[in-house]
């Protein structure tokens, strides 16, 4: 429980475009399904995925250390 409170805190901490692909991502949903939600094509919202993951790896990496 302590882990998922600290990820859902981190989370709390991204923009609201990150918090919203990572939701969907989390989900079993399609990437193009995710595309067509949000008007964007597949590989933006596969580049926006991965973006989003590097910055909640950040955040919840041990300070003074490189996720």
Known sequence: RAELDRVLAAMQRLPEADRAILALAALP???DLIA??????ISAVKVRIHRARLKLNTLLAPPGTIP
């Not at 067509?36 to 094509?41: E, F, K, W």
């Open 29 to 31: 949903t399609p990437h």
């Open 36 to 41: 067509a939600a949000l008007d964007l094509s």
